[in-house]
T-cell receptor, first 117, second 109 residues
């Protein structure tokens, strides 16, 4: 158990809908990362927040958005869902932001499996 | 464009064998390189490498980074069936983390 929690575990929805995935980082971790993993694309970095502010952006679609709240939990919002958005969505947390120290070790949550029908 | 290539894609060996997994990268503004092990679900952290030539060890696993030649290797000695997993290499640059497609390792008893 990494200490990172994600809800829900599974989510089934229809195309065109909007969903919110939730992540609580490990106690004391200020950075939250979101990843998407699909069979054909592998693990893709989406976005990072550090202490409430966006820190780094990867391959995140405009239909997707995220935020980190004052209590450091984070939400990933996926809208206008398409079949291709079906994937496993991971959240990870670390202490640090963007350096080279050991505080950058990322601990992954168990993931949310999203199925778009 | 940032690029990460892991090889081999897949590897099947017998228990007790030693394996070497490779990761080559082309990443601008490189900061560090991470290795992860992914079994059924979430990746678990193995190593973070920031300096060239310094081997990091954890039990039967070790890893080293060569920042001049832009590659890293992960070694597993005396493999066990519990080592069966996908091993992911992830170079980190400023404001971005790029994952390779992984090496799928299967250890036969």
């Amino acid at each position: 158990d990494s200490g990172v929690t994600q809800t829900p575990k599974h989510l089934i929805t229809a195309t065109g809908q909007r969903v919110t995935l939730r992540c609580s980082p490990r106690s004391g971790d200020l950075s939250v990362y979101w990843y998407q993993q699909s069979l054909d694309q592998g693990l893709q970095f989406l976005i990072q927040y550090y202490n409430g502010e966006e820190r780094a952006k990867g391959n995140i679609l405009e239909r997707f958005s995220a935020q980190q709240f004052p209590d450091l939990h984070s939400e990933l919002n996926l809208s206008s869902l398409e079949l291709g958005d079906s994937a496993l969505y991971f959240c990870a947390s670390s202490v640090a932001a963007d350096g080279t120290g050991s505080g950058e070790t990322q601990y992954f949550g168990p993931g949310t499996r999203l199925l778009v029908l | 464009e940032d690029k990460v290539v892991q090889s081999p894609l897949s590897l099947v060996v017998h228990e007790g064998d030693t394996v070497t997994l490779n990761c080559s990268y082309e990443v601008t503004n490189f900061r560090s390189l991470l290795w992860y092990k992914q079994e059924k679900k979430a990746p678990t952290f193995l190593f973070m490498l920031t300096s060239s030539g310094i081997e990091k060890k954890s039990g039967r696993l070790s890893s080293i980074l060569d920042k001049k030649e832009l590659f890293s290797i992960l070694n597993i000695t005396a493999t066990q069936t519990g080592d069966s997993a996908i091993y992911l290499c992830a170079p980190r640059r400023i404001h971005k983390i790029i994952f390779g497609k992984g090496t799928r390792l299967h250890i036969l008893p």
